[in-house]
């Protein structure tokens, strides 16, 4: 089953909702957000979340260690004791990261865990979920087959690359505006695997690229020198934009949108991410209904809507809706299409 981001964390809040405690393999190539989505729904649902690099360890970490108990008549048993970070109580997500990157020694250890929820001595509280994530093969990532009596006890489910669920996830975190802007510019380098370089573009790196972009720093050494190329152009660009400080108080009428289509793509991008309120964003639109055709208007409000839902701001888009019928009608079947997907 293949999902976005968006879908599988949808689809995860529904496992713990409905309280079904199915353990759940999560495939997908490396960087798309595997991690990050399982504990954005730890944390949605107030679960605890414990992250287990099963790579990492030897099967007696996961087991434990034996230790001898004397039983008081001249003999004794040996007890194990299980690892400290195992839960003991409450409610949460143990979550075994790089499970096929296990070799498999450590993957038959895990699938007494993964089945019977217990290791040895080890029993896992009935308040906690086990969820598992690997990479794929074809993604020429260095694992082990998983045994098929193992991964007959997952569901399974495949995260791919997705942008419209990337630029919720950059715009609530507030990622660089010019990252996001590129990105709705060439989607398309999102996510592309080169396997002959040590960096390249996904979603984990394009993240990087904005903490070192933010700083002044290269974006290159994170997604490589490709990509670092095209962004380090599209951002010299924004030196053509119209000050979007001015659009946005709404004393926007003397200035001009170039016609460039990436300085477009900056500057609407950018009014949309920098917009804090429905006043900020009404001003933003109705100086792009005078300077722009439709469908830049319609990536504005996608990029809005997708904005305020991400951070909260409903109450902003239900007065946005209120001011301008070519608005509201924009607004309403950008809302539309996101609960239809």
């Not at 942008?163 to 507030?174: E, I, N």
Request: glycine share 10%.
């Amino acid at each position: 089953m293949s999902l976005t981001a968006n879908e599988l964390q949808t689809y995860l809040s529904a496992l713990v909702t409905g309280d079904l405690k199915l353990s759940t393999m999560i495939w997908g190539p490396p960087g798309v957000g595997k991690s990050s989505v399982v504990a954005q729904v730890a944390a949605r649902h107030g679960l605890d979340f414990v992250d287990v690099r099963l790579s990492q360890l030897a099967p007696t970490d996961l087991r434990g260690l034996p230790v001898p108990e004397a039983d008081g008549q001249g003999g004794g048993v040996s007890r194990w004791y299980p690892p400290e970070f195992l839960p003991r109580g409450g409610q949460g997500v143990l979550f075994l990261d790089e499970v096929n990157m296990a070799p498999p020694t450590m993957q038959g250890m895990a699938q007494q865990l993964i089945l019977d929820r217990r290791v040895g001595s080890y029993e896992l509280p009935d308040g906690w979920f086990v969820w598992a994530a690997g990479n794929r093969k074809e993604d020429r990532a260095s694992v082990f087959d998983m045994p098929a009596p193992l991964a007959n006890r997952f569901l399974h489910l495949t995260v791919r690359p997705d942008f419209d669920s990337w630029r919720a996830y950059a715009l609530a975190r507030g990622l660089h505006e010019h990252v996001i802007a590129f990105l709705t510019f060439r989607p398309e380098l999102l996510w592309r695997l080169d396997p002959q370089q040590p960096a390249w573009p996904s979603p984990r790196a394009w993240e990087m690229a904005a903490r070192l972009h933010r700083a002044g720093l290269d974006a290159t050494p994170a997604i490589g020198d490709a990509a670092g190329a095209e962004f380090s152009a599209f951002v010299r660009l924004y030196e053509q934009l119209p000050d979007l400080g001015t659009v946005l108080e709404g004393r926007g009428a003397g200035l001009r949108l170039p016609d460039e289509p990436s300085v477009r793509y900056a500057a609407v991008v950018g009014l949309a991410a920098r917009a804090k309120n429905a006043d900020e964003a009404h001003h933003a639109f109705t100086w792009l209904a005078d300077n722009a055709g439709p469908e830049w208007l319609q990536l504005y409000v996608a990029t809005l809507v997708s904005k305020f839902q991400a951070i909260g701001q409903l109450a902003d888009l239900a007065d946005l809706i209120g001011r301008d019928e070519r608005l509201a009608t924009l607004v309403q079947g950008t809302l539309e299409l996101t609960e239809g997907m």
